[in-house]
């Protein structure tokens, strides 16, 4: 199994039940989530050993937070707790013509807030393989910005691999005006695999990808991404076809820099019980078949099983074992030989 480190932001998700709107619901429902630690669960139960680099409140928020990545088998001891608060998000899931609502609450956060020197990345790296970080942390400021390159050139300077999940949110950066197109462009130069579409890319390179079909515009978005980053060796993005608010349609796609595309078949995923970390759970499957050396084939089909299993499971974190997706790229579409 592998060492992999996370890092970004712990945040305490508060849901409105059921198909009830943000305004109206009397009761919020709490749970875990932040995007790579979704990644780091997942791959904790995948049976790789996962360590989370992030700050939290010294408060009993942010105990609770890390006492559930505990739980589910992520490592905690390089967590921070500091005087301050956690960030927060609000989620009502939608319903028919109703779009679901996210609201952030984060700003100000004891994470967003923490100096790039509270990390000392040589020695939270020490024996890792695998350092995973996202979009989202560089999203959240100045600080978060720093510290996220930071970690990312520390990884590739001790032959730690990089992967980074592009995670562009729009509404993170525009509360700061950041330059994303620079910052992730940096970030992404250290990386040796990216999650990312052809939209992520035409934000970060300025490319135009308008080619007729959604994969030739992946691999389009890719040959640049490869030609632009001398590091990056993976790209993979799921492929979706909306159909209406409790159903979607997902492939997988990983291009390798030398082998090519690798494609999972298009799976119809719904009725989805809770989509949130949908694509944290396809980044995990897919790091996965990576970190056991598996063929792209099978890696991009293990990758697109997890991250429709994880629309079955209610909360952020994908709380399924290698079985269990084993099981689903076994039936019939994901034929995977061994
Ligand atoms: O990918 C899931 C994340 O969006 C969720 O856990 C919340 O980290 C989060 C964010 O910043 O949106």
Known sequence: SARVVCFGELLLRLSAPGREKLLQSPQLEVRVGGAEANVGVSLARFGHRVDMVSTVADNA???AVVGELRRHGVGTSAVRHVPGRMGLYFLAPGAIHRPAEVLYDRAGSAFALAAEEAYDWPALLAGADWLHLSGITPALGANTAAAALAAARAARAAGVKVSFDGNFRPKLWEAWEGDARAILRGLMAEADVLFADH??????????????????RVEAAAADAFAAFPHLQWLACTLRSPRNVDHHALAGVLVGRSSGTALAPQEEVGPIVDRIGGGDAFAAGVLHGLARGWEPERTIRFGLAAGCLKHSVPGDFNLVSEADVEALVGEGRYDVKR
């Open 61 to 63: 928020l942010g105990e």
């Open 199 to 216: 939209r992520d890319m035409g934000v970060v390179l300025g490319g135009q990808y308008a080619q007729a079909e959604p994969l030739q």
